[in-house]
């Protein structure tokens, strides 16, 4: 497997917890059931990535500093709620260090983002973005 294929695969399992983990700003009343496309794009890559349309169940309960992706070796930097639109910045250490910004903006029943992560790979910078929309398609019993 190549270096830039293992940091895509990185970056798109963290951009995937950024979805997964921002509906629960928008929660009322029992659990919401969402619809997410995620889309990859990756500068010289020559063919682009499909995009991937996953549901999910997510509980009401967590707090902003909760909807934040965070592997073991990433450091929240910093974080910014206001209105509807949350900002956030980390840094990721290992093997191919990444630092990720990223902002999610809400609405009712949808949202949309965007991630922009930078990592190191062969001594080269390498660049990608996700970008995300979500729509609240109905309710759900989440397991946690």
């Not at 500068?43 to 349309?53: D, F, R, S, Y």
């Not at 630092?99 to 991630?115: I, P």
Request: net charge positive; proline share 4%; aromatic share 4%.
């Amino acid at each position: 497997m190549t270096k830039r294929f293992e940091s895509m695969r990185c970056a798109t399992s963290l951009a995937a917890a950024a979805v997964v983990l921002s509906f629960n700003a928008l929660a009322q009343g029992k659990d919401d059931l969402w619809e997410v496309t995620m889309k990859m794009e990756m500068p010289g890559m020559p063919m682009a990535m499909p995009a991937q349309v996953n549901r999910v169940c997510i509980s009401k309960t967590h707090k902003d500093e909760d909807l934040i992706p965070r592997r073991d070796n990433c450091r929240l930097l910093e974080s910014s709620r206001s209105g509807n639109k949350l900002t956030y910045k980390m840094a990721c250490t290992g093997p191919e260090p990444m630092t990720v910004s990223g902002e999610m903006t809400y609405a009712a029943t949808s949202y949309e983002g965007r991630m922009q992560m930078v990592t190191q790979s062969g001594g080269q910078s390498m660049e990608m973005a996700q970008t995300f929309v979500g729509k609240r398609v109905g309710d759900c019993t989440a397991t946690k």
